[in-house]
Every structure is written in C-alpha cells, then in structure tokens.
Nanobody
C-alpha cells in the first residue's frame, strides 16, 4: 500500500521560500502522479500543483510562477519549491496520489493522503 509522508513546513516571512517534500514508501513512486493540497481550518482542501509519473506538471493560477513541483524517483520523493510566499499561503499542506491532468486538480480524485505539514507565513 502506498504511504506518503510530508515534511519541510515551517514559519516563513512574506517573500521567503520553503521546500516541501513528499516521501513515498510501499511502492515505487515512478508509477504515481502526486499532487499538493493546502488546507486552512474551515475550508476544503484545494489542489495547487501536481506532477505526472513522467514529469508533466500543472499549477493553480494562485501559485503559478511562484511554486515549482519536481520529482526524484530515485529518492521516492516529490518536492514543492515555494517562493515569494504570501500570508495567504498559510495552510497545512498535504500530498496525495491521483491523476494529474491539464486542467483542475480536484482533491476528490486523490488518495493515499499524508498527515500534512504546516506552512505559516508571518509578518
């Protein structure tokens, strides 16, 4: 069974950067597309980025040109490089496995959710 664990969250000032990691175990990550989903209390998770098994990426408009998703299959890890962070990026960030298409990134299509990592933007 695919098991995902997120890491790399923390406190960052506006304009700062963080790199999140989603580490997989149980299966080789090569076969899976992975997405990233921030969630704030009281709101639904939203998909902000995903990467297909062959490396095609997709981004929500809110993070395009600021976030970069990548994968290192040898390390069974998908990364989310977050630059120019804004206070509204504050959320618990989850990774999950599911289809990475060319349009939206609906959380309902994803599974094998990790436990999340907290990203807090602070001024």
């Amino acid at each position: 069974q695919l098991h995902l664990v997120e890491s790399g969250g923390g406190l960052v000032h506006p304009g700062g950067s963080l790199t999140l990691a989603c580490i997989a175990s149980g299966f080789r990550l090569d076969y899976y597309a992975i997405g990233w989903f921030p969630q704030v209390p009281g709101k639904e998770r939203e998909g902000v980025s995903c990467i297909s098994s062959w490396g095609r990426s997709n981004y929500a408009d809110s993070v395009k040109d600021r976030f970069t998703i990548s994968r290192d299959n040898a390390k069974n890890t998908v990364y989310l490089q977050m630059n120019n962070l804004k206070p509204e990026d504050t959320a618990v960030y989850y990774c999950a496995s599911g289809p990475c298409g060319v349009k939206g990134i609906p959380p309902t299509d994803f599974g094998a959710w990790g436990q999340g990592t907290q990203v807090t933007g602070s001024s």
